[in-house]
């Protein structure tokens, strides 16, 4: 079977799940259960649900991390794919550098999310 398939199969059983106990589509973040920080990931369906009826403000505040790194993502996989194509090694210097970029700014996120005075 595609791996799109049993992805999607997965998805569903876990949302399934999450609605019978939670009663919310919504999945819970075990990160937050567990510790009661928020991770970086913390209110990104929220962002994304306000993405898809265009209230970006309100998406941005769920989550800015995920609206600054999502256009990020999309343009490094576009490049990754051309070059892909056209037979050109997809990974250099660039790679490695942005890798460290994208996770030192998730480091500072998650520290920054969890402060009192970003709670208010």
């Given at each position: 079977?595609?791996?799109?398939v049993w992805l999607l199969m997965i998805a569903t059983f876990i949302l399934l799940i999450n609605y019978l106990i939670f009663d919310t589509l919504y999945?819970?973040?075990?990160?937050?259960?567990?510790?009661?920080?928020?991770?970086?990931?913390?209110?990104?369906?929220?962002?994304?649900?306000?993405?898809?009826?265009?209230?970006?403000?309100?998406?941005?505040?769920?989550?800015?991390?995920?609206?600054?790194?999502?256009?990020?993502?999309?343009?490094?996989?576009?490049?990754?794919?051309?070059?892909?194509?056209?037979?050109?090694?997809?990974?250099?210097?660039?790679?490695?550098?942005?890798?460290?970029?994208?996770?030192?700014?998730?480091?500072?996120?998650?520290?920054?999310?969890?402060?009192?005075?970003?709670?208010?």
């Open positions: 079977m595609n791996h799109f999945l819970r973040c075990l990160i937050k259960e567990l510790t009661g920080y928020d991770c970086p990931a913390c209110g990104a369906q929220r962002a994304v649900a306000s993405l898809f009826v265009g209230d970006f403000h309100s998406a941005f505040w769920y989550n800015p991390y995920l609206i600054i790194l999502a256009p990020v993502l999309i343009v490094w996989a576009g490049v990754s794919l051309f070059k892909k194509n056209k037979g050109i090694q997809a990974k250099g210097v660039w790679h490695y550098v942005l890798l460290a970029v994208l996770a030192s700014l998730m480091i500072v996120w998650t520290i920054v999310r969890n402060l009192p005075m970003w709670k208010d």
